[in-house]
């Protein structure tokens, strides 16, 4: 009897035992866990912060990227216009003027002088093979000149530039075989620093009033227009022609 009061006892206090054990375990398992997720908890801050990191440093490179391109980009206040006449080429602006010739005042400029030498009108111009003849009621109108270039440049007289009135209608400017006085023509070039003497011929009614002439080819030049006004009172012979008074 006491033997198995003595097992019963036993048996209760191993219960007792094994039952706390277990308990013991279960804290030292629970702590373990605490433990062990205290141990981890800083690895996932430490995972969090670099992934912070990268974040951040993902996020300033994105932004130093962005300020490289602000840098690289210039701003609309900054950015320098374009000129649609670069490149091309800068033309010269030739302001327009007019000049006068007259049979008692010659015109002269940077580039030319020009002189009045005399007027004169023919029914008819007798040569050794040819003789020019004005058509009925009307007379040759022949105007001498003398040209100077002095300008730096070649200079032709251009007979496509020259326009005339006679009492108010326009007139053509015609030739001539022979040559009055010996003048050639004056439509030829001009040298540099030389001097030309010529004439042109008109064929006008013989009872003429007023004479009109322009010549505008100088206009690309200096932007020269030459006029000149006669009458009958300006009528007069000029000098015979020797080249040598033209050097």
């Not at 130093?64 to 609309?76: A, L, M, Q, R, V």
């Not at 111009?125 to 003398?146: E, P, R």
Request: with cysteine.
């Amino acid at each position: 009897m006491k033997k198995r009061l003595y097992l019963a006892i036993l048996t209760v206090i191993l219960c007792i035992s094994i039952s706390g054990c277990g308990n013991n375990n279960n804290k030292d398992s629970n702590d373990e866990n605490i433990s062990g997720n205290n141990t981890e908890a800083p690895k996932d801050d430490e995972n969090n912060k670099d992934n912070e990191n990268n974040t951040d440093n993902g996020n300033n490179e994105e932004d130093k990227n962005n300020g490289d391109n602000t840098t690289k980009e210039p701003s609309s206040a900054t950015t320098p216009s374009i000129d649609e006449n670069q490149g091309s080429e800068v033309t010269e602006t030739i302001e327009p003027k007019a000049g006068k010739l007259t049979a008692k005042q010659q015109y002269s400029d940077a580039y030319r002088e020009v002189k009045f030498l005399g007027l004169k009108q023919y029914k008819s111009l007798k040569g050794d093979n040819y003789t020019d003849k004005a058509k009925k009621n009307k007379k040759f109108l022949v105007l001498f000149l003398s040209i100077r270039n002095t300008g730096n440049e070649k200079d032709y007289i251009n007979p496509n530039y020259i326009t005339a009135k006679v009492d108010g209608k326009d007139i053509e400017h015609t030739f001539l075989v022979n040559e009055p006085f010996n003048y050639p023509t004056i439509f030829t070039n001009i040298e540099a620093g030389s001097t030309i003497g010529g004439f042109i011929v008109w064929e006008v009614p013989k009872n003429w009033k007023k004479f009109e002439m322009e010549y505008s080819a100088w206009k690309n030049i200096n932007g020269l227009t030459l006029t000149a006004e006669f009458t009958p009172k300006d009528l007069s012979n000029p000098l015979i022609y020797n080249a040598s008074n033209f050097q």
